[in-house]
């Protein structure tokens, strides 16, 4: 199945810096990455879409100033959480859009193992 | 705007025992997705089901869509302790490649 990394798994940072996470499709490409949040105990909450090569799609409520994403090829999207504060600790789980054809595009989502912000 | 609803929000097995969780959506999907998130894990695909009135299995689980499109269900037959997690269902937002998620049930399972 496809496998999608993402680096890094856990991150324990002060407040005010910024953090950068890593989400890679390592054995297809994806023209289009999932960020998304999850709480504990909650579900996925989508946070944004990341096409390659043009700009994230970013849902309501979330800043995209705050959440910088890049897509800069067809395996790799990054999140940069700018200026982390307590409340941006959570869950981050990326995903890779796959399509059983092969052809590029998104069917099902393929995840990521998440990284796990603890901003102090 | 598009919801996906998902019942129990828990569940309390014991090992045997068979599991059923129902997912609903507020429109009518063009494919359902079931997703099992283990406890401290991240969600693995399982199964998109695409057809009305599909049903597919997998072992001991088998998956339903429902005939007008808007309903799934996820059965487990005589539960094991690896079946443990939370279970989401998943439907694509509009025409988007966006996935609107339940908010998941889970299961725990007592040995």
């Known amino acids: 199945g496809a496998v999608v990394s993402q680096h890094p798994s856990r991150v324990i940072c002060k407040s005010g810096t910024s953090v950068k996470i890593e989400c890679r499709s390592l054995?297809?490409?994806?023209?289009?990455m999932f960020w998304y949040r999850q709480f504990p105990k909650q579900s996925l909450m989508l946070m944004a879409t990341?096409?390659?090569?043009?700009?994230?799609?970013?849902e309501q409520g979330v800043e995209k100033d705050k959440f910088l994403i890049n897509h800069a090829s067809l395996t790799l999207s990054t999140l940069t959480v700018t200026s982390a504060h307590p409340e941006d600790s959570s869950f981050y789980i990326c995903?890779?859009?796959?399509?059983?054809?092969?052809?590029?595009?998104?069917?099902?989502?393929?995840f990521g193992p998440g990284t796990r912000l603890t901003v102090l | 705007g598009q919801q996906v609803m998902q019942i129990p929000q828990y569940q309390h097995v014991q090992e045997g025992e068979d599991f059923t969780t129902y997912c609903n959506s507020s429109?009518?999907?063009?494919?359902i997705q079931w997703y099992k998130q283990r406890p401290g894990g991240h969600p693995v695909f399982l199964i998109q089901?695409?057809?009305?009135?599909e049903v597919k299995k997998q072992k001991r689980l088998t998956f339903q869509f429902g005939e007008a499109k808007k309903n799934s269900s996820l059965h487990i037959t005589a539960t094991q302790t690896t079946d443990v997690g939370t279970y989401f269902c998943?439907?694509?937002?509009?025409?988007?490649?966006?996935?609107?998620f339940g908010k998941g049930t889970k299961l725990t399972v007592n040995p």
């Open positions: 995903s890779a859009g796959w399509r059983s054809s092969g052809a590029l595009g998104t069917d099902t989502q393929y």
């Open positions: 054995d297809f490409q994806a023209t289009t």
């Open positions: 990341s096409n390659e090569g043009s700009k994230a799609t970013y």
């Open positions: 429109t009518t999907l063009s494919n």
């Open positions: 089901l695409v057809k009305s009135g």
């Open positions: 998943a439907g694509p937002q509009g025409g988007s490649e966006k996935l609107v």
